[in-house]
Nanobody, 122 residues
Framework: QVQLVESGGGLVKTGGSLRLSCTTS????????MHWYRQAPGKEREWVATTTIRSRIEYADSVKGRFTISSDNGLKSVYLQMNSLEPEDTGVYYC????????????????WGQGTLVTVSS
């Protein structure tokens, strides 16, 4: 079983910053892609940012220039630095790992974390 654990969410005022973290369980040997998604109340989940093992980085237009995705240890820890936060950034933020391999040679195509809540007050 592979787990992703997000942390770092909280309540912040407009213009503030938060740094989210996503860490894989210790049995993960490698993964190829990590995405951040978010889901606002009453809305569908939307993609926010991506980083890959080959260092490809992409952002949704809505966060470009304000959010920065980074990683350590071959994507086993991934961070989302969020600056200039707006009320529209409010939601539950999820990390999503693709093509995960474990030390016991199991492979998982798609793994999701449990989410961390970000609330931006106006």
């Amino acid at each position: 079983q592979v787990q992703l654990v997000e942390s770092g969410g909280g309540l912040v005022k407009t213009g503030g910053s938060l740094r989210l973290s996503c860490t894989t369980s210790e049995n993960v040997k490698s993964l190829e892609v990590m995405h951040w998604y978010r889901q606002a109340p009453g809305k569908e989940r939307e993609w926010v940012a991506t980083t890959t093992i080959r260092s490809r980085i992409e952002y949704a237009d809505s966060v470009k220039g304000r959010f920065t995705i980074s990683s350590d240890n071959g994507l086993k820890s991934v961070y989302l630095q969020m600056n200039s936060l707006e009320p529209e950034d409010t939601g539950v933020y999820y990390c999503n790992a693709k093509r995960v391999a474990t030390y016991s040679n199991y492979r998982y195509l798609d793994v999701w974390g449990q989410g961390t809540l970000v609330t931006v007050s106006s």
